[in-house]
């Protein structure tokens, strides 16, 4: 791909509502990160255009959501709420009403999807929408903070004009509803690394849930022990994934870059960087097939904002390159921790988490490749 059109999805219309104050899901780190891009000249020139959002259309949301359930969000969002649909996760601690709730998420979905299409026209090879990648909505259920999959409509519009579809899901949590939406399929690998299931919600992505029938082996648990830390994050990332990736030779990457697993998130606990990120993204950049990337998780705002904005720009070329010579600096990040640009400083890790992460990665490393590698020929 020679040079690569880029495309960042945003517009202040996504700011119009938000989650209540103490809920931990923050909107407003998509503008950050958008204010600390735009600082760097990375919103327009060499095949970057900056795309507004439009509404997902109703029936590109049946394709995942049934309709009871879509009615029932809807009517949420303007206050009309019952015992029906909280049986359905609507109005949980974890996934409240709130106003324009239902609006937000549609237009959230419809960003995502806004790449898709222009991936799909062949308009962008890039696509990135920090405001997206809600993986643990279900069909018929909201969880984990998300109402409405736009990564799984992603992938579903994608695979519906014949195109291989990788899935690959870096936050914290499992990805679950788009792992769960694609079980039995083979066009569509989902690939999800994550905290261990058994610290962490939701609960599911055990290394042994490979996918059944036709999907065997097409749906990929990476489950990381705690404390898991970059260089054991890598370690699984090049033994299992890189090779899984290379094998099923993808003709589009949908990228769920929930940055909650960085050290710090308050949800979680792993000890990654977002060097991490920018060296996955630098792999995905090698595969030379368009990319719709999304955001996720990410509860320390600062830091997600900076490891997207960071992705954001190695997407957009060389990341390094931007960090150094536009010296990004802590007064713009408005952070003093962070002076050095948009890369996380290196964790340091001492001999007694080393002895605790390795086993549980060794062993997630054995029961992959034993169960998933054979049916792929590796
Ligand atoms: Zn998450």
Redesign the pocket.
């Known amino acids: 791909m020679a040079s690569r059109k880029a495309i960042f999805i945003y517009s202040t219309e996504l700011e119009k509502h938000s989650y209540p104050p103490e809920h931990p899901f923050n909107t407003v780190r998509a503008k950050k990160t958008r204010q600390i891009i735009n600082s760097m000249g990375l919103l327009s020139g060499s095949g970057i255009t900056e795309v507004a959002p439009v509404p997902a259309e109703r029936i590109v949301l049946k394709k995942f959501h049934s309709a009871r359930y879509l009615h029932a969000l809807r009517n949420a969002s303007k206050g009309r709420w019952d015992v029906e649909a909280l049986n359905m996760g609507i109005g949980t601690s974890d996934c409240p009403i709130f106003n324009g709730l239902y609006e937000y998420a549609v237009l959230a979905t419809g960003a995502t999807l806004i790449g898709a299409k222009q991936i799909l026209s062949g308009s962008a090879d890039i696509a990135f929408n920090p405001s997206g990648g809600f993986h643990h909505a279900g069909p018929e259920r909201a969880a984990?903070f998300c109402y409405i999959n736009d990564v799984a409509l992603a992938c579903m519009v994608l695979a519906e004009q014949g195109k291989r579809v990788l899935y690959l899901d870096v936050?914290?949590?499992h990805g679950d509803g788009v792992a769960y939406a694609f079980y039995d399929r083979s066009d569509v690998m989902t690939i999800s690394l994550h905290e261990s299931p058994a610290s962490l919600f939701p609960g599911t992505g055990f290394a042994d849930e490979i996918g059944e029938g036709e999907g065997k082996g097409y749906c990929v648990n990476i489950p990381l022990p705690i404390g898991t830390y970059d260089k054991m994050y890598m370690k699984v990332f090049n033994d299992v994934a890189v090779p899984l990736m290379t094998a099923y030779n993808a003709d589009v990457i949908v990228f769920e870059l929930?940055a909650?697993a960085l050290v710090g998130d308050p949800?979680?606990h792993l000890c990654v960087t977002n060097n991490s990120y920018a060296e996955i993204i630098n792999f995905l950049l090698s595969l030379n097939k368009p990319i719709l990337a999304t955001g996720?998780?990410?509860y320390n705002v600062d830091n997600t904002a900076r490891a997207w904005a960071l992705a954001w720009s190695v997407l957009c070329g060389d990341g390094d390159e931007y960090d150094m010579n536009l010296g990004v600096g802590g007064v713009m990040l408005e952070s003093t921790d962070w002076q050095g640009g948009l890369r996380d400083r290196e964790f340091v890790v001492r001999s007694q988490q080393r002895e605790m992460v390795l086993p549980g990665i060794e062993t997630t490393i054995e029961t992959l490749k034993k169960n998933v590698f054979p049916i792929h020929g590796l």
Do not use: F, N
Request: no cysteine.
């Open positions: 984990g936050d914290v949590h929930g909650d949800l979680a996720g998780g990410g």
